[in-house]
């Protein structure tokens, strides 16, 4: 989605100043409204919302794009830069599109609405987005549903055991739950079921030889609840070369 608007805007700005003005054919003129009609809208979704309360039905969809990962052997930890992919509904931020002169997206900023606090149980430091990741919008659509593309850095612990000089396999993981919404308050899936890496490019000290995802659902020792996790496996080999080389997985 985001890809298919900046191929759209690049070819905008391209075609001349002629034509930038005129609607492409096949949409309609105010597709998404004007500053107004999104005023209106944000104002109305905004009245009486209370973003420190969750949402009924809380059904939340988890992801991970890669975009590079470094292993720290002396710290024995992964560091990861990746955009984690954020999917859930919200009924209070339902709206009627011909109510507002066919709107059918609102871009805000995140911390306007209830965000899923999701962590990273094995983080080498506490997660926390406002920390961690760079500020992005969250996207609303008409039926209440909201993505959020946040891009983040992540360091996560993970015991080292291949030699300094081996060429041995290496499985480092990135475990994400919910220390306060059991599965009944917040259910967690996995948004794909594999880590994207479209995207991806590295320094060829490691490589990637596989990927795998998990969803666990399991009592804690502190409740009768269950919880869920969904951990990110990321098997890595060393590559034993002295020139470094960026690459990207075709």
């Known amino acids: 989605m985001c890809r298919i608007k ?14 930038t003005t005129s609607t492409p054919s096949g949409m309609e003129p105010n597709q998404n409204g004007n500053v107004e009609d999104r005023t209106k809208l944000f104002e109305k979704l905004m009245t009486n919302y209370k973003k420190e309360i969750y949402p009924n039905n809380a059904n939340v969809r988890f992801g991970i794009a890669l975009f590079n990962v470094e292993v720290n052997e002396k710290r024995h930890s992964l560091d990861v830069e990746a955009i984690l992919r954020y999917a859930w509904a919200d009924s209070r931020l339902e709206w009627e599109v011909t109510d507002y002169n066919n709107v059918s997206e609102l871009n ?31 996207m609303i659509y008409p039926e209440g549903e909201l ?27 990135l475990k994400f739950l ?18 994207d890496l479209d995207e991806f490019k590295y320094v060829s000290d490691w490589k990637i030889e596989s990927t795998s995802v998990a969803r666990n659902q ?9 919880f869920v996790d969904l951990t990110f496996n990321i098997t890595l080999m060393k590559i034993l070369a002295n020139v470094k080389t960026v690459k990207k997985i075709s």
């Open 178 to 195: 919910s220390w306060t919404f059991d599965s009944n308050q917040m259910d967690l899936n996995l948004y794909n079921d594999y880590i």
């Open 108 to 138: 805000i900023p995140y911390d306007n609405v209830w965000i899923p606090d999701l962590q990273l149980s094995n983080a080498v430091k506490i997660f926390d987005p406002k920390n961690s990741c760079g500020s992005s919008n969250v």
């Open 6 to 19: 900046i191929i759209f805007f690049a070819v905008l700005l391209t075609s001349g100043t002629a034509e």
């Open 218 to 226: 399991k009592k804690q020792s502190c409740c009768e609840e269950e």
């Open 147 to 173: 993505l959020w593309l946040p891009y983040c850095r992540l360091s996560s612990f993970c015991n080292i055991t291949s030699s300094p000089q081996s060429n041995q396999l290496q499985t480092c993981s």
